[in-house]
């Protein structure tokens, strides 16, 4: 059906799906909490490894396999472990790979609840977190520690829109011994491979553009090799951050689609972010796709294109924000991106609500930051709901 050299649309389609008795087309739900066991030695057997027969949906179930496999391979990684959500991705990710007294650097502009997590959960355990901005290399050096064991960036990062070097972090992560992860969720295996630089873990929430549809929350983490894999999954199964199945199967619809909706949105967003670039109301914006942008050259190299995802600030301000944000119609006003539809919100008041403001500001995560996700409904209807909001800013 598909190899590891078949096309990206290909694998989108097909990797990780198989054969049941019945000849399927697509990868059934197997919406079971437990499988039998043939013999009492079978069951045995799959306890010990001996047997790879599935137990127990909370460790593993063939929908949710084919989701892990698809996304692995699409990731080039070794193997995935999908996760209840995103969230359940980044927690078990740092519960695997931290411990009491070891310390994390992380790009100071990840998403809000990331961050709030170290700060606010982990840090009861003793672990500790520092925060830079990881568009520049150097604050990531100056920033380790000897007991640094985690690099975790986010690139571009959510919601400043600035880039990170992954094939930087990846030499750094070599020569400080740290594991460098990746939150991948606002490119997709499709814009950004970070296994491919270097990396040793890739995560995203599958709820944004792998799922693409607004309809399931979900996480996946890919692994560069083995070991760290069966660390994760460890995690995962035993913290209960497990997907459902019908959660995989959803996402395993969504994503065949991932490549076609990318391109039609990210189309759109260069024309949007081309006119709001001229707009006298705007007072800046950041799109990756810009000339203006301060690591356009580093997306050109890194990324397969520019996304759909990009933040502006009015010249009037929050106030004038605010008005945009309710004076757009197509546009929804809701958090969340990466869907087929248009989403628009204001990071300071809502996803990143909860991040202190002087860590907020310190983050370029200003006031005024309006953040938008472009959908793929037709690129003139979303100018001209732009365009009617903007006259009432
Ligand atoms: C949404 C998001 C998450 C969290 O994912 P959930 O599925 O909401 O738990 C993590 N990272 C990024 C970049 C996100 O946009």
């Known amino acids: 059906m598909q190899n590891n050299k078949s096309g990206f649309n290909t694998k989108l389609v097909h990797a990780g799906s198989f054969e049941d008795e019945f000849g399927s087309a697509t990868v059934p739900i197997y919406q079971t909490s437990t499988f039998s ?76 609840p990331a961050r709030v997590i170290l700060e606010q959960d982990f840090s009861r355990f003793n672990v500790k977190a520092t925060f830079v901005n990881t568009s520049n290399v150097d604050n990531i050096i100056s920033a380790i520690r000897p007991n640094t064991k ?56 599958v709820t944004k553009f792998i799922n693409g549809h607004a309809d399931i929350v979900g996480g996946i983490i890919v692994t560069k090799d083995a070991e760290i894999y069966r660390k994760i999954r460890h995690s995962m199964v035993y913290m209960g951050s497990n997907m459902d199945p019908t959660q995989a199967y959803m996402v395993l619809r969504g994503v065949k689609t991932l490549a076609i909706r990318i391109d039609r949105a990210q189309e759109t967003a260069m024309k949007v972010a081309k006119y709001l670039q ?20 580093l997306a050109k190299k890194q990324m397969n294109g520019f996304g759909s995802m990009m933040s502006f600030g009015l010249t009037g301000g929050f106030e004038a924000g605010k008005k945009l944000m309710d004076n757009v119609h197509l546009a929804t006003l809701a958090v969340s991106l990466g869907g087929v539809e248009t989403l628009i919100q204001h990071p300071a008041s809502m996803t990143h609500a909860a991040v202190s403001s002087e860590n907020k500001i310190a983050a370029g995560i200003t006031d005024d930051l309006v953040r938008y996700s472009i959908g793929i409904e037709d690129p003139d209807d979303i100018l001209s709901d732009l365009e009617s909001a903007l006259e009432m800013c």
């Open 150 to 205: 985690v690099l975790y960036v986010e690139t571009p990062a959510n919601p400043t829109m600035e880039l990170t070097n992954l094939k930087e972090c990846s030499k750094i992560a070599k020569e400080y011994n740290l594991f460098l992860v990746v939150d991948n969720t606002f490119c997709s295996p499709y814009l950004q491979k970070p296994l491919d630089f270097g990396a040793d873990v890739v995560l995203h929430s």
């Open 37 to 112: 066991f043939k013999s009492a030695q079978h069951g045995a057997d799959c306890f010990s490894g001996k047997s790879d027969g599935y137990i127990y949906s909370r460790i593993g179930n063939p929908t949710i396999k084919a989701l892990e496999q698809n996304i692995a391979s699409l990731e080039n990684g070794y193997d995935g472990i999908a996760t209840s959500s995103g969230m359940g991705a980044i927690s078990s990710v740092y519960m695997a790979l931290l411990g009491a007294g070891s310390h994390i650097v992380s790009s100071d502009a990840v998403y809000g």
């Open 278 to 297: 001229s707009h006298p109301k705007v007072a800046w914006i950041k799109y990756p796709g810009l000339e203006n942008h301060p690591q356009h050259e």
